[in-house]
């Protein structure tokens, strides 16, 4: 009853995760990791097709394997979480919303490069 649920999310996962590929404030490499995930408890053909494709498959064994994240993706996701809050700077987000918004993207920017290099 519930592959259908998980295939489901594998699928909404991969096609975002893909969609981050072009969109700079978009991320990838979570989204393939939830894609992995769920094609796990519902395809093991589609579990296995996203393990060894050429372009997705790097970054989730990088991060299965090892929590590793490559150098690349660590400062491609700085450049965009500082545009993130360039972007609400300039679009004059209060700053209560503000600060709340820098806390909570430095942390994330600190748990990404304390994670080894892949």
Known sequence: MMRPLWLMGGA??????TTGIFLPLLPT????????FCFARSSERLHA????HRVFGPPIENWR?????GRRAK???SLSILAAFALSVLLSVP???LAIQAVVLALVALF????PDA
Do not use: H, N
């Open 112 to 115: 990404i490069w304390t994670r």
């Open 49 to 52: 097709w996203l393990l060894s």
């Open 65 to 69: 394997d090892r929590g590793a994240i």
């Open 29 to 36: 490499v979570p989204f393939l990791l939830l894609a992995a």
């Open 75 to 77: 400062w491609l996701a």
């Open 12 to 17: 909404v996962s991969l096609a975002l995760g």
């Open 95 to 97: 700053p209560v919303i």
